[in-house]
């Protein structure tokens, strides 16, 4: 049944198409500028703490519920479900994380629209065409417009292939693409003048910055958008690994890639801030603190790459690519959640699936556009601050207290007999019960009421 519905073929291809949706954007250019303005070491520490005791053990929640239904979130957590109320408790919530996926989609999709045209606009001017590179560089409705037409075609091009020819093929030849280029920068910009003063910044801990509730909300929020959490994209994944394979493994190198190529990113990015700055370029805002966020990446780091010269075109290029890609492994996980309901509750060939909901996600990006200013900031913040580790808890519930815990501890066992008397298997459990679901609550209530 399983392969019927589409199949992994690997564990490597399970880990670079699920590693592929945690790392992007989130890791390249939300961890490290959020790391430098937030206490250096002391957000990287909260944030290891928060990914190993809430995000990896949420991950494994939604990897074993999707394994052992081997279908859509819908679908899966009525199945777990024990009685009627907990069914449509379990159908809401797969259907709110469907809209929310989709809604993170189409705000991702813009800012990937700006990657790709930064890209080409680096490929522009290497070649010249000054004209075309302005154009592409420069933020405009038309520009904007086309360039999410351009990233969602490419997001349904790969989805509309499957999980076998489309995901796990796409995914497996991006990644190494994409750790190569990341490598190559790091090593180039650490070579610069101006670099070692970022790496400072970046490990250097400042515990009375790291230890804000504000703070710490913001960590939760970025840990559980860093591994697509909460919204059934790692869910699906899971539903597409056969049953021989050892979930708590897979779980925790998908945890391990994601989190690694965020410290790295950060051994690009706050280097190239104060390479930057040695170059002349201004690096803090009118408060005094780092710019982080979108004029970091459209206005500091391209005045950067256009003091270094020729070399600095090249680097841009690179940059902007390495961005795309990134971007492009984890969109295709975003659309495969509606899809994958669509066609197992709805009968739709993958086909019309992917073209129906494609063009309606790109429809709201194009809102989201024409209404930039309101829409944008709002769509990010509900979705990822709030929708993704609310729906995650309910994950959690669903795993930790409606799931037969014989059932549950028997999906473990599959692909990994040995597994009991682990410490996996001794902790887990209660730990997805009892702990998960306690802390992402009281960081919400210290958040709301504290
Ligand atoms: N994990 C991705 C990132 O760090 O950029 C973002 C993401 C992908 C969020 C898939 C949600 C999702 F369902």
């Known amino acids: 049944m399983a392969s019927a519905r589409g199949e992994f073929s690997s564990r490597f291809g399970f880990i670079m198409a699920a590693a592929g949706s945690a790392v992007g954007l989130g890791n390249i250019w939300g961890f490290p500028t959020q790391a430098a303005s937030n206490g250096g070491a002391a957000f990287l520490l909260v944030y290891l703490l928060l990914a190993f005791t809430l995000a990896y053990p949420a991950l494994m929640a939604e990897i074993i519920i999707g394994r052992h239904a081997h279908a859509n979130a819908v679908n899966a957590l009525q199945r777990i479900a024990g009685g009627p109320v907990t069914r449509r408790l379990g159908a809401t919530t797969g259907l709110v994380g469907l809209v929310v996926a989709s809604f993170i989609l189409s705000f991702y999709a813009i800012v990937a629209g700006w990657m790709i045209a930064h890209c080409l606009g680096s490929l522009a001017a290497l070649v010249g065409a000054d004209g075309i590179a302005a154009w592409l560089t420069f933020f405009s409705l038309g520009r904007n417009a086309s360039f999410v037409v351009v990233f969602m075609l490419l997001t349904i091009g790969i989805i509309a292939e499957g999980v076998h020819d489309g995901i796990e093929r796409w995914s497996s030849r991006l990644m190494p693409i994409l750790l190569v280029t990341l490598g190559c920068l ?190 944008f900031g709002l769509v990010v913040t509900a979705t990822t601050r709030y929708s993704q580790p609310l729906l995650g808890f309910v994950f959690c519930i669903y795993a930790g207290w409606i799931w037969r815990r014989d059932q549950l501890l028997e999906e473990l066992r599959k692909g990994s007999p040995e597994i009991a008397g682990t410490l996996f298997w001794r902790i887990w459990p209660w730990h997805v019960r009892l702990v998960c679901p306690l802390i992402i609550f009281g960081i919400f209530a210290q958040n709301l009421f504290g």
């Open 186 to 375: 790091v090593l180039y910009v650490l070579t610069l003048d101006g670099a070692m003063e970022g790496l400072k910044v970046y490990l250097l801990p400042d515990f009375s910055a790291a230890l804000s509730p504000q703070l710490i909300i913001n960590a939760l929020g970025s840990a559980f958008f860093s591994l697509s959490l909460g919204v059934g994209t790692m869910l699906i994944y899971g539903s597409y690994i056969n049953d021989r394979e050892n979930l708590p493994v897979v779980g925790g190198l998908v945890t391990g890639v994601d989190i690694g190529i965020a410290v790295l990113a950060g051994f690009l990015v706050l280097p190239a801030m104060y390479v930057a700055l040695h170059n002349g370029v201004e690096i803090f805002d009118a408060a005094g603190g780092l710019i982080s966020e979108d004029t970091l990446i459209f206005t500091v780091l391209p005045e950067l790459f256009t003091s270094m010269g020729v070399a600095g075109a090249f680097v841009s290029l690179l940059f902007f690519f390495l961005m795309s890609i990134a971007a492009l492994t984890s969109s295709i996980s975003m659309l495969e959640v509606p899809v994958a309901y669509t066609i197992e509750e709805h009968g739709a060939s993958r086909r019309s699936a992917v073209l129906l909901i494609g063009g309606i996600i790109t429809a709201i990006s194009l809102l989201i556009l024409l209404n930039f200013e309101t829409l």
